[in-house]
């Protein structure tokens, strides 16, 4: 058998993170966006071997499992322990790993929902299973609820699925901008001095969004943000600043990458991409994911 699920990428725009020792009462408060691009996972499930054998790829290579830790250990819990056979996992990113695009939690996910739907299971199951997962392996804490809700999400309560509450932005046709430059250790910015900064602007980001819940004013939050917690700085803030030159609502940070994103009416995307061209940056125009992940068998 084989299972393919797709998990849209989703940026951060704002957070606050809510630590817990219960994984699924662990999570964050914020906003963000999940794009047509992501992470597809395929599941392939052969019987027939003596022992049960699990193996994970990224992108086509081969990885250990420390590597994979989180897709591991996800794996590990939905697939039976009397199954003999094998169970190949190709998880395949759009975007690169460590750069704030919601991949480990795409992995997890998608693994989780694609083995699931082989083995038995359900969504909610599925779904927490990879947030526990990323929770205690320091993935990172709101990207799998953020996933299953689609849209441009807005993180109302903290928690895993099934406890924490997601709401959604209406928006009309925009298109995302992301100029992905460079990795950014979630982990390292959690354990660092910063946090407190984030609870404070993000928890005032959050109100403020909620008293006026528009795409544009997200992004006008998310930027005040990043500049005031001080993630956005340098090299990178006056590239923000270049780009809002050509564009009419503000560009922001990825959280938690060295990037920016921006959402484009029609009619701004011609002088981004000029800019970024020009500029000779690498960038990527995606539309916004509506509703939760896919998953089904796959028919080559």
Do not use: C
């Not at 996992?89 to 929902?113: E, K, M, R, V």
């Amino acid at each position: 058998m084989l299972v393919r699920a797709f998990v849209p990428a989703h940026i951060t725009a704002f957070f606050v993170p809510v630590f817990h020792d219960d994984p699924l009462k662990a999570g964050s408060l914020g906003a963000g966006i999940n794009l047509d691009k992501g992470t597809n996972v395929f599941a392939s499930i052969e019987t027939g071997t003596l022992e049960r054998h699990i193996h994970i790829a990224f992108n086509g290579e081969p990885v250990k499992r420390e590597e994979a830790i989180i897709s591991y250990s996800v794996a590990e819990r939905l697939v039976p322990n009397d199954f003999l056979g094998e169970v190949e996992i190709w998880q395949y990113f759009d975007f690169p790993n460590g750069h704030g695009f919601g991949n480990s939690a795409g992995g997890a996910l998608g693994t989780a929902l694609a083995l699931s739907y082989a083995f038995g299971g359900t969504w909610l199951k599925a779904s927490q299973l990879a947030h526990e997962a990323e929770v205690k392996h320091k993935g990172g804490l709101g990207d799998v609820i953020a996933q299953l809700s689609g849209g441009i999400e807005v993180r109302v309560r903290a928690g895993g699925p099934g406890v924490g509450v997601v709401d959604n932005l209406f928006f009309e046709d925009y298109r995302v901008l992301v100029v992905p430059l460079g990795r950014l250790s979630t982990r390292e910015v959690l354990d660092g001095d910063v946090v407190d900064a984030i609870e404070r602007e993000g928890k005032l980001a959050l109100e403020n969004l909620l008293k006026d819940p528009r795409p544009e004013r997200m992004m006008a939050l998310a930027r005040g943000f990043a500049e005031k917690t001080g993630l956005l700085s340098g090299e990178l803030l006056e590239l923000a600043r270049q780009l809002d030159k050509v564009i009419s609502t503000p560009s922001s940070m990825i959280m938690l990458g060295r990037g920016l994103f921006a959402l484009l009416r029609e009619d701004e995307v011609e002088n981004a991409i000029n800019l970024l061209s020009d500029l000779d940056l690498p960038y990527d125009v995606t539309g916004i994911h509506e509703g939760r992940p896919k998953v089904g068998r796959w028919v080559g």
